[in-house]
């Protein structure tokens, strides 16, 4: 350890190895080092089960469950938006090749009282009981000036300019109801409140788009989700780390960052120093540089069946906006399975989570839980959320905001490209990456 | 897609830090030796594909080093995934890295269940007249391991002697059982599958 290094990067998360990866690539000598001995700190998928039981304190799972390593059970729900910006840095990193993923089978949105799928094609939309006859018709219009819509060019505008008006503008010229408006801002543009009625509409129109390009790659939903679990996500970005020199190390506490004049020069380990020029880690290694901005909660459920009136569905997303259920927030349900190697077969993990608004968030998450039938075991985590206080520019200490309530990874990467532009002053350069990674052909 | 497919196969390197894991694979690569332990050659690739023709059947190996994660810290357990063979490498000259391969092989039976697994004395140059590990030994670990070993080799990287015969041995199991797994495994639709950039073709996107 006592070396020095461009930059030492605390804890294995995804934002760490992703960064960490970066860094590597871009020719930074990187020490990544982890105080568990396992990677993935929060993003890790727990394995066997018997270990997920343990941490939250419940009595060992009988014979039912059947081998306790076939669960690798994720501590934070997500899925991947199939076009989204972490399926880009897996393909310009090449850490897709590590890596198998399925499509998520279904995506349902929730309203008074039972839920609906958010329909994929024509046929479905026929049937789909979402809205009526007529506004489906206005919907349809509004969907197809949201594809149309060509940001430089003025002439797709239709009157709006999105640049300027509000997104509420822009429901209120197609004149789409609330219910609509509802579905369109949470289940498409997978906002969790609506702040964004009155902002800027270009940013709900990209997010639509998003949505819709994702769709239109795999077909059945636009999320996938990666075979053995999320975990899989950072080791794969270790793995690109080490292959570009970062040297890693596990179940190593670390005592403290070390500083001179304000700016950090190294980490101590018991009597040990490595001595840097940056660190980049996340808010669990800083508590002193970090504030709380609010809660989530999640509770992981383990299900011997599908969720009712998913058809059956391997796998599924369910939104609940906020309000349907008089929330500022959403709630959101994931479902994955035995088809992904994360639960013994015949098993699956639910996942019920949202941001925290009460004193009593076990109650708030309710109106979830209710929709996943008989629960067989039931783990709640109300974890803090927090943010950096600073952008690190003269500590030199670049730490990641906490991992957030929604159910996919775009803040994720958002954050990690800005950490990564804060620590380095460029943006990341995907041709950094050699490419002969190997071929992939398929 | 209307032409066939050669199965690709990946294969892993098992084992402790210097046994010669990379060097095997630089063999394996570019059929080349150096004798330091030189990283940079390698840095940026770690895995490699190449195909092979078993009683006429094609067949694609694809060897993955490490990248030297074994040094300080552990292989991440997605190193395993999807492996179809592993190869547990120890040195000839160090009965050490011999006697810590029960482990690598319990981490190869957890993370990569069903890997066919050869075991592979390295640097048989360095033998010498007193062997640090006699064939005995490596006989009574197979037997140890209940016959969890396909098949048992010795290499040298330094001369080249035994390593091409091994990954062609290697690619001969693999197109076996490969055989009778086809004839039995029909094909879902819900096999999982790797992410790939967008196809310049596809249709112009619709949220139908
Ligand atoms: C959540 C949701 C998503 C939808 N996504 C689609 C979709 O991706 N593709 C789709 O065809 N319909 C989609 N629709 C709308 C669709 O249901 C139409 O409204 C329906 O096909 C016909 O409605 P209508 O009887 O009012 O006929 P009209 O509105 O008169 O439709 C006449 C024809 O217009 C075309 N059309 C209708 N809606 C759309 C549309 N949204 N996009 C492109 N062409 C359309 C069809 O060819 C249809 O036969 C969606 C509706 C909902 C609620
Ligand atoms: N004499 C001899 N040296 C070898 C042989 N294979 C590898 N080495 C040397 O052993 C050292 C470690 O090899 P390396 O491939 O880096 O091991 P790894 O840590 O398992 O990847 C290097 O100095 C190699 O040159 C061999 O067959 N014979
Ligand atoms: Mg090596």
Redesign the interface.
């Known amino acids: 350890m006592d070396e020095e290094y461009d930059a030492i990067v605390l804890g294995t998360g995804l934002k760490e190895c992703i960064l960490s990866g970066m860094l590597s690539v871009s020719g930074k000598k990187v020490l990544h080092v982890d105080r568990n001995?396992y990677?993935g700190g929060e993003s890790a998928s727990i394995t066997p089960l018997e270990e997920l039981f343990t941490r939250y304190g419940a009595p060992a799972p009988d014979q039912s469950y059947g081998r306790g390593?076939d669960w690798n059970v994720d501590l934070i729900p997500k899925f991947l938006m199939?076009?989204g910006s972490l399926?880009k840095l897996?393909?310009h990193t090449g850490v897709?090749?590590?890596?198998?993923?399925?499509c998520v089978e279904g995506s349902y949105v929730y309203k008074q009282g039972k839920i609906s799928k958010v329909?994929?094609?024509?046929k479905e939309?026929l049937a789909s009981d979402l809205m009526g006859m007529f506004e489906k018709r206005r919907f349809r219009n509004f969907?197809v000036y949201v594809?149309d819509l060509q940001e430089d060019d003025p002439k797709t505008w239709k009157d709006l300019d999105p640049n300027v008006c509000t997104m509420q503008q822009v429901y209120d010229k197609f004149g789409l109801d609330k219910n609509t408006q509802d579905f369109t801002g949470h289940a498409l543009a997978l906002y969790r409140d609506d702040d964004y009625l009155n902002q800027n509409a270009l940013q709900t129109i990209r997010r639509i788009?998003l949505?819709?390009?994702s769709?239109?790659?795999y077909g059945k939903s636009p999320y996938?989700y990666p075979?053995?679990g999320l975990g899989?996500l950072p080791?794969?970005f270790?793995?690109l780390s080490?292959?570009?020199?970062g040297?890693?190390?596990?179940d190593k506490p670390i005592d403290e960052i070390v500083y001179e004049n304000g700016k950090a020069v190294g980490v101590r380990s018991g009597s040990e120093i490595a001595k840097c020029k940056q660190v980049y880690c996340d808010p669990s290694y800083v508590p002193e540089k970090v504030k709380k901005t609010g809660q989530v909660i999640r509770c992981i459920c383990l299900l011997d069946h599908t969720i009712p009136n998913t058809r059956d569905a391997?796998s599924t997303q369910i939104i609940i906006p906020q309000k349907q259920v008089n929330r500022k927030s959403d709630i959101y349900v994931s479902l994955v399975s035995y088809?992904h190697q994360v639960a013994a077969k015949g098993w699956f993990v639910g996942m019920v989570s949202t941001t925290v608004e009460t004193e009593n968030p076990e109650a708030e998450i309710k109106p979830g839980l209710e929709l996943l039938g008989p629960i067989r075991q039931k783990f709640v985590t109300v974890s803090d959320y927090y943010e950096p206080i600073d952008e690190g520019k003269e500590s030199q200490v670049f730490i990641s905001k906490s991992y957030d309530a929604t159910t996919h990874f775009e803040t994720t990467c958002l954050d990690v490209l800005d950490i990564f532009r804060r620590g380095t002053g460029t943006d990341f350069d995907f041709s950094a990456?050699?490419q002969?990674?190997?071929?992939?052909d398929? | 897609m209307a032409s066939i497919?050669v199965p690709k196969q990946k294969v892993i390197l098992c084992g402790e830090f210097g046994v010669g894991k990379s060097s095997l694979f630089r063999r394996f690569t570019n059929n080349t030796f150096v004798t330091a332990s030189d990283?940079q050659s390698?840095?940026?690739?770690?895995?490699?594909?190449k195909e092979y023709s078993v009683a006429g059947r094609q067949l694609r190996l694809?060897l993955w080093d490490t990248?030297?994660?074994e040094?300080?810290?552990?292989i991440?357990?997605?190193?395993y995934?999807?492996a179809e063979a592993a190869v547990l490498v120890f040195s000839l000259d160090n009965a050490a890295s011999f006697h810590v391969l029960s482990q690598h092989l319990l981490d190869i039976v957890?993370y990569a269940e069903n890997a066919k697994i050869f075991l592979c004395g390295n640097k048989s140059d360095l033998e010498g007249s007193t062997p640090q590990v006699t064939d005995a030994d490596m006989e009574s670990f197979c037997e140890q391991c209940h016959n969890l070993i396909s098949a048992t080799f010795k290499t040298s990287c330094r001369s080249g002697e035994g390593v091409h015969e091994m990954f062609e041995d290697i690619a001969q199991h693999l197109v076996e059982a490969n055989r009778s797994r086809l004839e039995l495994q029909s094909i879902h639709d819900?096999e999982?599958?790797?992410?790939?950039?967008?196809d310049e073709s596809?249709?112009?996107?619709?949220?139908?």
Request: proline letters at 5%.
């Open positions: 001995k990677y390593r199939a076009n399926v897996l393909i897709t090749k590590y890596l198998e993923f399925k329909p994929v094609d024509q939309a969907l594809q788009k949505y819709s390009d769709l239109a790659r996938l075979m053995y899989e080791q794969g270790a793995r080490a292959i570009y020199g040297t890693y190390m596990l391997l088809t990456v050699k002969n990674l190997g071929d992939e398929q | 497919k990283r390698t840095l940026g690739l770690d895995h490699f594909d694809q990248g030297g994660m040094r300080v810290a552990s991440t357990s997605s190193y995934k999807f957890t819900t999982s599958f790797k992410v790939l950039p967008p596809t249709d112009p996107p619709c949220l139908c």
